[in-house]
Each structure stands twice: as structure tokens, then as C-alpha cells.
């Protein structure tokens, strides 16, 4: 059983690419979040599904994009990177309940020159 | 505003305890996490406390006061392992996940 995974592990973007993020779980959870997390900082949420078909924003939705097609896939994407985007991204995963812990990917570590 | 607070480093010594500290003030209270990360690593999970009083599992315990805002990691008989990052998170009233920016723990030998 893999969890979660994360591709890529690390990427390095020019300035206005395009990016997507990949996500997968494999424990049939229903709410996925994806993370932004930058030296001296919390663990900021940037969007969130609490089921195939929805999503919500976070604390810091503005540049990025979600969808949730099926329950297995949560893709984040930069539509046009800016360097204040470097960080690392962490996607997690839990059965969706206000107690369920919440389960990590490795991380995708992005740098945006 | 949400607001959670820790200390941003501790040192310790192998075989000791230590205390780490997160206080906390958010919109709603649905339970209090923490979670270790070591460095270049995802946030593994600890511990959950949603009613006050001391959790123990194993070397680690967790304790919580809400109406003081306040809950604290204790780990026993530090190992090496231990050096970490530990990560206080509160779940507010929308069930989100707030979090500290995390209690970097040396150990020494």
C-alpha cells in the first residue's frame, strides 16, 4: 500500500509556466487538502475536497487551482507561477471526519526563478 | 485573528524529557493535534486531544486545558531519533486545520 504520492519530487519553473502537481491516495479517504509550507511558517491550507466533486479554498487560494474528478486524484495547479510560489507542497489525505487524522505525501519541493 | 503559538526551538539531552509547549487562540475548537516532521520529510501524526486532560502513548503523552488554550507535548527518555520538528494544529469551527509553524527539537547526546 503506497498512501500517498507525489509527483513530481522537485521542480524548478521559469516565471508565467504552467504548472500541475500530481496527487494520488490509495486508502479510499474522502477529503484531500493540499499544503504550502515556507520556512518559519505554519503549514498554510491552500484548497480542500471533502468528497469527489467538491472543492473549497483555503487560507491561500489565490493563484492555484484544484479539481476532484474521482477520489483517488486531487492535481494542484499554478496557472502561471510567480516566485512567491516557491515552497514546498505538501498534498495529505483523511477519512473526513473533525478527528480523522490526516495522512501526508512526500512533498513536492517547487522553486520558481 | 487565528493564532497558534510554540516555542521555535528547544535542546535537550538523550535519555531526559522535555515539554513543548503550544498555546492557541481560533475561531471554534474541534480538537488539537500534533504531528513530528523530520526535516525533509512529510508530518507524521502523534497525537489528538479533543477533551481536556493527559493522553499517553508510549514515550509520548499530550495534555490539554481549552479553557486556558493551551496543550503540551511531553517526551520521555529522549533518543536521538527524536530531533524533529513537532507541529501543534488546531481544528476550528470548519473543521480546518490551523497550524504552528512548529518546535524545532535538538537532542544532544
Known amino acids: 500500500i503506497a498512501g500517498i504520492t507525489q509527483a513530481p519530487t522537485s521542480q524548478i519553473l521559469a516565471a508565467g509556466r504552467r504548472m500541475t502537481l500530481r496527487c494520488t491516495q490509495d486508502?479510499?479517504?474522502?477529503?484531500m487538502y493540499w499544503y504550502r509550507q515556507d520556512l518559519g511558517l505554519g503549514l498554510r491550507l491552500i484548497h480542500y475536497?471533502?468528497?469527489?466533486?467538491?472543492?473549497g479554498k483555503g487560507e491561500v487560494p489565490d493563484g492555484y487551482s484544484v479539481s476532484r474528478a474521482n477520489t483517488d486524484d486531487f492535481p494542484l495547479t499554478l496557472a502561471s507561477a510567480v516566485p512567491s510560489q516557491t515552497s514546498v507542497y505538501f498534498c495529505?489525505?483523511?477519512?473526513?471526519?473533525?478527528?480523522?487524522?490526516?495522512?501526508f505525501g512526500p512533498g513536492t519541493r517547487l522553486t520558481v526563478l | 485573528g487565528q493564532n497558534i503559538d510554540q516555542p521555535t526551538e528547544m535542546t535537550a539531552t538523550e535519555g531526559a524529557i522535555v515539554q513543548i509547549n503550544c498555546t492557541y487562540q481560533?475561531?471554534?475548537?474541534?480538537?488539537l493535534f500534533w504531528y513530528q516532521q523530520h526535516a525533509g520529510e512529510a508530518p507524521t501524526f502523534l497525537s489528538y486531544?479533543?477533551l481536556d486532560g493527559l493522553e499517553e502513548k508510549g514515550r509520548f503523552s499530550s495534555f490539554l486545558s481549552r479553557s486556558k488554550g493551551y496543550s503540551y507535548l511531553l517526551l520521555k527518555e529522549l533518543q536521538m531519533k527524536d530531533s524533529a520538528s513537532y507541529l501543534c494544529a488546531v481544528a476550528d469551527s470548519n473543521y480546518q486545520l490551523i497550524w504552528g509553524a512548529g518546535t524545532k527539537l535538538i537532542i544532544k547526546p
Open positions: 495529505a489525505s483523511s477519512a473526513g471526519g473533525p478527528q480523522d487524522t490526516q495522512y
Open positions: 486508502m479510499r479517504h474522502n477529503a
Open positions: 475536497s471533502n468528497t469527489a466533486g467538491t472543492t
Open positions: 486531544n479533543v
Open positions: 481560533t475561531s471554534g475548537f474541534n480538537g
